[in-house]
């Protein structure tokens, strides 16, 4: 059983071309999920021996150009018109047919780009199937959603308005009345040419959502050279956290967000379905507790020491766990220049 992987060989979202071939998991994979892990055998090598915890300490530190995880760049360059229009609909309650939820409803881009950190219920009142992830550096994820069934966020977009637990609208039904509003269609006229219509409506939102990227964490810049953006527990934990493994899944520009991964390989990790799920991105990770789909782990601490258990069938030491927590935290970044925070309580 593979246990670690080569994260070079993982690193620029190279497992991408093992899924490529389906529109979420290929058929045989979700029929047999074992078959996924003979996929990923003929591709990357064995890694260390069972039981083996590697000395951190022993190893040459790379050079960070060599890093299995990249700085998160700048948002991309964007008409200003229509990055003000997308941040209008954004919190616009109009996207919704009760006009009572927008989309920073469920995403507050005050605090961590998600929900307020309790238990989600949907809104109709049912229990959400799964946590609300953060729409921060969603647009640098392969694919969107737990389940990763959206490659764009355009389709996304729509897909929540339609939603009968979300939004429950339609684009259609949207743009009526966006075009009942004269100030709103002068808006799209000014930055589209033209009233509001299916396209600029969804590229308004897609503009607005490629700009919620959240660089300057303190790991990135001590990537970008700065030895001093970490202390020697952080370093630590980062060093720890690749040789046991953990960089295989959680690498790239947005540390995650770039494969699909089964589960619970050794040990049960979650209770509720489905078994394979998009690896999710670490970044700004410690403001986005409870973890995993189903919001069943309240801190990162123990998220951390039940992923190695059921991940990679390794037992850390609270000291191993504090040192890659300590890791962990370096990874919050900044949005219009504040630190990314956790949703109160």
Not at 279 to 292: C, D, E, G, I, K
Request: glycine fraction near 8%.
């Amino acid at each position: 059983m593979i246990r670690s992987w080569s994260p070079a060989l993982c690193r620029r979202h190279r497992l991408e071309m093992v899924f490529a071939c389906g529109p979420v998991v290929p058929a045989f994979l979700r029929a047999r999920p074992w078959s996924l892990w003979i996929c990923l055998a003929l591709l990357l090598p064995l890694g260390s021996a069972a039981g083996q915890v590697p000395d951190t300490q022993a190893a040459a530190k790379p050079s960070p150009d060599q890093e299995p995880i990249t700085p998160i760049p700048p948002p991309p360059a964007a008409d200003p018109l229509k990055l003000k229009l997308g941040e209008s609909l954004f919190g616009d309650p109009r996207l919704s047919r009760d006009g009572q939820l927008a989309c920073s409803s469920c995403h507050d881009l005050r605090t961590n780009g998600a929900s307020s950190g309790r238990r989600t219920f949907a809104h109709d009142g049912s229990k959400a199937p799964f946590e609300i992830l953060t729409v921060f550096n969603a647009a640098l994820s392969f694919r969107l959603n737990w389940e990763g069934n959206f490659r764009a966020l355009g389709a996304q977009a729509e897909s929540s308005l339609e939603n009968p637990a979300n939004m429950h609208t339609s684009v259609e039904e949207v743009l009526g009345k966006l075009n009942a509003d004269p100030e709103m269609v002068k808006r799209f006229r000014a930055a589209y040419g033209h009233p509001p219509d299916r396209a600029s409506f969804l590229d308004a939102l897609v503009t607005f959502e490629n700009s919620l990227l959240t660089p300057g964490s303190r790991f990135d810049r001590w990537l970008g050279g700065d030895a001093s953006a970490l202390s020697a527990e952080e370093e630590g934990g980062y060093q720890l956290f690749k040789s046991l493994g953990c960089s295989s899944c959680h690498q790239g520009v947005n540390v995650g967000g770039n494969l699909f991964e089964r589960q619970g390989i050794f040990r049960p990790l979650v209770a509720a379905k489905p078994e394979i799920v998009r690896v999710p991105s670490l970044r700004n990770v410690a403001t986005t507790p409870p973890y995993f789909h189903d919001g069943n782990t309240p801190t990162l601490k123990e998220a951390v020491r039940k992923m190695a258990a059921a991940q990679l069938d390794r037992t850390l030491s609270d000291q191993q766990v504090d040192s890659i927590v300590a890791f962990l935290q370096t990874l919050t970044g900044t949005y219009r220049g504040a630190p990314v925070v956790g949703a109160a309580p």
